[in-house]
């Protein structure tokens, strides 16, 4: 599956055969129809991995991660998503190909499979945002629409490095400062420096 990523990745879905994928595996085709059928079947599992690994990866964050407010959790989230962008480029760079949303068209299992991914996203940026709003760090405004918005900054900054455009890395204070001045109350508009904890996220990224 590893393999396969890189390859849908790098030469595209249509242009990878499953021959190509035997060759650099050193697998033989007939194992790999048999485990997935198809070359649309492997790409299905692989991208129910990555659902999987993004699902669980934001869980087990959040459970280790103490924030003292709602706006402290936005920017671990962001930080996170990079980190998790930089740890698993080839599979994120599937994400941004046109071929998953093509076959999501008509196939409900890959749009099941997108819709997870990034719905768990948004959904955290979203629970963030309500809980800055109850702790008084983030102003009122309508939680959902923010939350897409956020989850476009940071995804654009994902796909900068996807297309060899612009180290994410780079503009990830702006992006945090950025982040604190739409969203944070007048108290909380000061405090423009990543935590140590989160510059060690992205760092890692």
Known sequence: MQAASRLFSD?????TSISDISEITKVAEGTIFYHYKSKEGLFLAILEGLKTE??????????E??????????????S??????GMKEDRFHLLHHRYPYDLAAVNPVCRDHLEAIYNCVVDIFEEAIRRGQEDGSIETM???K??????????GLVRFKTYNLYDPGGLYHELISAC??????????????????????IEMS
């Open 11 to 15: 030469k595209g879905f249509k242009e």
């Open 54 to 63: 993004i699902i669980n990866g934001f869980d087990q964050y959040f459970r």
């Open 65 to 78: 991660k103490k924030f003292e407010s709602g706006l402290d959790m936005v920017e671990g989230a962001i």
């Open 80 to 85: 996170y998503y990079l980190f998790l962008a």
């Open 142 to 144: 309508p939680t959902r």
């Open 146 to 155: 923010m939350a897409l918005i956020l989850f476009s900054m940071v995804d």
């Open 180 to 201: 604190r001045r739409m969203l944070g109350n007048n108290q909380c508009r000061g405090k423009e420096t990543p935590s140590p904890a989160v510059n060690q996220e």
